[in-house]
Structure formats: structure tokens, C-alpha cells
């Protein structure tokens, strides 16, 4: 099936190291978005990509960067990751046809 | 800029109850609104949409009425089912369908 895959699904880590996090769809879209998930705060967008070439900072991008390998392929970076990047981080596809966005399970990360 | 305000739950109530959660909305232009659904372990969901002023989303006995003249877009269900406990997430989209902007989720519990 067509689907919005987010790997690890859990992360311990601790503070100072770098992590990645990875997304991957088989939609065919070719916009992508990851987003972070807070109690009581909603999803809050940290990068955004409407092609391969073309890669934007949301609100929240300090701390993070992302890469998009391929059409399928958008990943996130905390370079030093902190306490308070704990947090569910969320990856969305949309076709550029529609206004519905299509998330994936979610990665929990926790920084010790 | 865009924003969405959503009650804070959680919203507990018993079976077949009557559902109402509030979701108001501030935007430029003339958003489309949505409702997202998360269920327990899982990414979102997209559960109805309205993309003009006075339509009606509806999907699995959920409505919500895209009102221009109170900037709201209240979700209602007539009768609650234990499997309804979710989070819901009011949102807007940004004039050109590409961003969407989230309130800070309402957590339902129902009980049998």
C-alpha cells in the first residue's frame, strides 16, 4: 500500500548527539513537511519541501536541519540535540492537487 | 498571521452522548478549514473539510459548518462511541493550500 513511513518509531538519546530522523513515501507526492507535536501546543511546523530543490524553514527550524534525498526521501537532523527537542516528530505528504496532508506514525523522541 | 483556537479537554462523556468541540479561527483570505483525528499510537488523520463559507464537512457522523460571520468551525457529533476517543485537531490552510496552520488539539475520552 501506499503509505508515509517514519523510522525509528522511538529514540532514547542524550544530549549533545546528533540523530537523524527519516521519512519515506510511496504517494508519488512531492510536497513534504515534518512537524513537531507538544501536549496542548498543537503541530508546529520545522521544515518544509515542495521539490527536491526546494526547501523551506517553518516556525520552529532553529536546531534542525533536513535533507531531501529524493522525491520520496525527507530527513531530519538535530545536530546537538537538547532536552527540549523531546518531543513527537510527525512527517506529512501532500499532492499539489489537494489541500489533505498525509502523516506518518510519528518518531517519539526523548533527549536525557 | 494565521492562528486557531481549539477548547482545551480533555472532553470526557459517556456513551452516546452529544459532542460539540469549539475551534475558531483568525486568517487572511479565505482559508479552508479542516478536521484532523489521532488516534491513540498513530499519525493524523484527516477525518472532514470545508473550503468555503456555509459548507458542511461530514464523515463518520462528524459535522462541522464553515462559519464566516463567527470565524468558527465547531465539530459536533450526535452520539459518541467508545471508539471516538481520539484527538481532534481544528486547521486552516493558507490561501494557496500549501500550509497548514493547527489549534492545540482537544483530547475526547468517551466511557462506556
Known amino acids: 500500500d501506499a503509505d508515509v513511513t517514519q523510522t525509528p518509531r522511538n529514540r532514547i538519546t542524550k544530549t549533545g548527539k546528533r540523530i537523524m530522523l527519516e521519512c519515506s513515501q510511496t504517494?508519488?507526492?512531492?510536497?513534504m513537511y515534518w512537524y513537531r507535536q507538544d501536549p496542548g501546543l498543537g503541530l508546529q511546523l520545522i521544515y518544509y519541501?515542495?521539490?527536491?530543490?526546494?526547501?523551506n524553514k517553518g516556525e520552529i527550524s532553529d536546531g534542525y536541519s533536513v535533507s531531501r534525498q529524493a522525491q520520496a526521501k525527507f530527513s531530519l537532523s538535530l545536530e546537538s540535540a537538547i532536552p527540549n527537542q523531546t518531543a513527537l516528530y510527525f512527517c506529512?505528504?501532500?499532492?499539489?492537487?489537494?489541500?489533505?496532508?498525509?502523516f506518518g506514525p510519528g518518531t517519539r523522541l526523548t533527549v536525557t | 498571521g494565521d492562528s486557531v483556537t481549539q477548547m482545551e479537554g480533555p472532553v470526557t462523556l459517556s456513551e452516546e452522548a452529544f459532542l460539540t468541540i469549539n475551534c475558531t479561527y483568525t486568517?487572511?483570505?479565505?482559508?479552508?478549514l479542516f478536521w484532523y483525528v489521532q488516534y491513540p499510537g498513530e499519525g493524523l488523520q484527516l477525518l472532514l473539510k470545508?473550503?468555503?463559507?456555509?459548507d458542511k464537512g461530514s464523515n463518520k457522523g462528524f459535522e462541522a459548518t464553515y462559519r464566516k460571520e463567527t470565524t468558527s468551525f465547531h465539530l459536533e457529533k450526535g452520539s459518541v462511541q467508545v471508539s471516538d476517543s481520539a484527538v481532534y485537531f481544528c486547521?486552516?490552510?493558507?490561501?494557496?493550500?500549501?500550509?497548514?496552520?493547527f489549534g492545540g488539539g482537544t483530547r475526547l475520552m468517551v466511557k462506556p
Open positions: 506529512a505528504t501532500k499532492p499539489v492537487s489537494s489541500y489533505e496532508q498525509y
Open positions: 504517494k508519488g507526492h512531492d510536497r
Open positions: 519541501s515542495f521539490d527536491v530543490k526546494d526547501i
Open positions: 486568517a487572511t483570505g479565505y482559508p479552508s
Open positions: 470545508a473550503t468555503k463559507a456555509d
Open positions: 486547521a486552516l490552510s493558507d490561501n494557496a493550500g500549501n500550509m497548514l496552520t
